[in-house]
Structure formats: C-alpha cells, structure tokens
C-alpha cells in the first residue's frame, strides 16, 4: 500500500515531534540569563544534566542533545543538514529567537 503525504504535513509532524519534548504549558522550559534551556524533567542529578535544548542569546547556538538530535535524524531519515534545518526553524518559531548554528 502506498502513501502519500503533503509536504505541509510533514512539516507538522516534525514539528510535533519536536514540541513533545516540551511539557504542558511550558513546565520545563527555563530562561536563564541568557539561555533557553528546555530540560529532561526525570533528570535529577545537576552535575550531569544535559538539556534536551539550550539556546544562547549571545551567540545564536543552539545546542541539541545527541539522542534527541539523532533520534529527530532517524525518524524522519534526514541527512545531517536537513535536520540541522528543521531543528533550527522549528525552535526559531516556537521561541522567537534566531539561530544561527546547531552545536
């Protein structure tokens, strides 16, 4: 059986993907002087807290979790580059920032 979807809807299903990493009205976003940092909330231990994003005001980087940035990557079977970019649009959207690299 063969499928076809919508480019549009695609792009909606990135999307979701990526905004299931935030909880409910925000709960795990953070704005810490000069970062977004959207964390883990079963992550208890702070000298090894790794968020799941962080955003840099000073700088533009965003910084993306391995597992998140690979598992987004697999998902969707993108190259490197398309999933920088979808990355990058979707949290410039959702955060009214811009991002100018993905670390």
């Not at 059986?1 to 909606?12: N, P, S």
């Not at 799941?52 to 993108?78: H, K, P, S, W």
């Not at 580059?81 to 990058?88: F, H, L, M, N, R």
Request: proline share 2%; net charge negative; aromatic share 20%.
């Amino acid at each position: 059986m063969k499928f076809e979807i919508t480019r549009k809807r695609l792009q909606e299903i990135k999307d979701k993907v990526l905004s299931d990493y935030i909880l409910d009205k925000n709960k795990n976003v953070r704005k810490f002087d000069t970062f977004i940092l959207i964390s883990d909330p079963q992550e208890f231990d702070y000298e090894i807290y790794e968020p799941f994003f962080e955003y840099d005001f000073t700088d533009g980087r965003l910084f993306v979790r391995d597992d998140v940035f690979y598992n987004f990557y697999d998902i969707f079977a993108l190259d490197e580059k398309q999933a920088i970019e979808d990355i990058s649009e979707w949290f410039s959207k959702k955060f009214d920032v811009e991002v100018k690299f993905v670390e």
